[in-house]
């Protein structure tokens, strides 16, 4: 099963492409599965529009641009649908075999702990290691006196190309970071270890940004030299960045700071792959929290001055453009998606629990149900498309009816099936937002 399920999952390249090498530079030479270069990590919480995401793909390919796509599903997620990890799996690979995909394809548990793991080891190649309840846990015994003695050249002035001023660390900032980061360090090794001893062949990522504070380039440069010792041959490590990363909506923080620290994160993920033995395509993993349209064009101008890799996390909000599709399919399509917001409505305060610190939501600016009522599928689906300078859109809707998936989920099939009967115009929506706003901003000079 699992071997079978290995091999449906990863389509390798046509001899020329980056291939599947192995690495033998980092101590672990078992590493067979690599990431590719450009990744999307894209969601599809009712698992009907796999097709219409890789279409988007499909199209950006006769660009010329090979972005491979990483369908992810949480836990949460999972959880507040009722579905099963296995679903994204089947699903993805509908889709491959529907548009006869020929390049990679992954699945990605995201978000899993020791706890969530185990469900997702047959049906998942690329595990998101989240270690972020781990920061600032205190770490075993003389752990931070080991790391800082086994590691001097992190001590001084850390000249690292790409970044213009040397890095000055001092003894004790590395133990302070140490003394914050060394418990996740060793729980992330933990649970790759784990992974390891049932999977020969996988991807893993680990992500830290599920947490309040940012990490600093030097901070970083430290925790992968951590992860190195700890033996986690990682491919992608998901930071938190400074500003906000609000579901569903742009980013809203310094760019220009943005900017530097992400530059920054390159150099510094860069040196480290050469210091620490990191697999060489070790890169930076952007949860996005879907739709950071602001920094993309940031994003994508690194990526092609540095030659460096990306996995980005986006597109979660492809389940607004089944309800998009649906307003603009009006009838019943555009009845529930009416109803699905004035229920939104009602259970406001239960809906943004959960999410409260990555959700702004002024309820002052919340149509009314009532006046939602009177709109047009057009007017429903302006208001909630993410095109923020047309007159008509309303992030507030937006960011309310984002969280509302559960209340979509409720209905059952009645939701479902009208997005089967819907199929064209839900799934164009969606093609046409992963390839249009988000494809093109990041991928496409
Ligand atoms: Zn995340």
């Known amino acids: 099963m699992l071997l079978v399920t290995r091999t449906a999952m990863y389509v390798p390249r046509p001899p020329g492409g980056m291939g599947a090498s192995k690495y033998t530079h980092s101590g672990r030479c078992n590493l067979n599965m690599t990431l590719e270069k450009y990744t999307v990590g894209v969601g599809d ?62 699945v990605d548990a995201d978000h899993i702990n020791m706890d969530t793991v185990d469900k997702y080891l047959d049906c998942s190649d690329f595990f998101t290691i989240d270690v972020a309840d781990f920061i600032g846990q205190p770490p075993e015994g003389d752990a931070v006196a080991v790391f ?100 569903g909506v742009d980013y809203v923080g310094d760019l220009e700071q943005f900017e530097k620290e992400f530059n920054d994160d390159l150099a510094v993920i860069a040196h480290a792959i050469a210091q620490y033995g990191l697999p060489d395509n070790l890169k930076l993993s952007v949860h996005s929290g879907s739709d950071k349209f602001s920094i993309y064009p940031i994003i994508g101008n ?74 047009s599928g057009d007017q429903y689906a302006n208001a909630l498309r993410h095109v923020q300078e047309h007159p008509e859109f309303n992030q507030h809707f937006r960011q309310l009816l984002h969280i509302a998936f559960k209340l979509a989920a409720k209905e059952g099939a009645r939701y479902t099936d009208l997005l089967k009967a819907n199929a064209e115009v839900v799934g164009k929506n969606v093609t046409e937002n992963l390839y249009d706003r988000h494809f093109k901003r990041l991928f496409v000079a």
């Open 45 to 106: 919480r009712f698992a009907h529009q796999a097709e219409a995401q890789l279409q988007a793909c499909v199209q950006l390919a006769a660009d010329g641009i090979e972005v491979v796509p990483v369908w992810n599903k949480s836990n949460r997620e999972h959880s507040f649908i009722g579905s099963e990890p296995q679903s994204v799996y089947d699903a993805a690979k509908a889709a491959v075999e529907a548009l006869g995909w020929e390049q990679g394809w992954h």
């Open 148 to 247: 800082v003695g086994k590691h001097p050249e992190l001590v001084g002035s850390v000249s690292i190309e790409g970044i213009d001023a040397p890095l000055e660390i001092t003894r004790e900032y590395v133990e302070t970071v140490a003394g914050k980061y060394l418990r996740a360090v060793a729980e992330a090794g933990t649970i790759y270890r784990h992974i390891e001893s049932r999977k020969s062949d996988f991807i893993a990522e680990v992500s830290m940004d599920e947490t309040d504070v940012p990490q600093t380039p030097p901070e970083l440069l430290i925790i992968l030299a951590a992860l190195a010792d700890e033996g986690v041959t990682l491919q992608t490590i998901a930071p938190k960045f400074t500003g906000r990363f609000n579901k």
């Open 302 to 375: 690194a990526l092609r001055r540095t030659g460096a890799g990306v996995h980005v996390k986006t597109a979660g909000t492809t389940w607004l453009e089944e309800l998009i599709g649906l307003a603009e399919a009006g009838g019943d399509g555009l009845a529930l998606a009416k109803e699905i917001y004035a229920k939104a409505l009602e259970n406001v305060d239960a809906l943004c629990g959960p999410y409260a610190s990555v959700i702004d939501i002024n309820p002052a600016q919340l149509p009314t149900p009532e006046a939602v009522a009177d709109w």
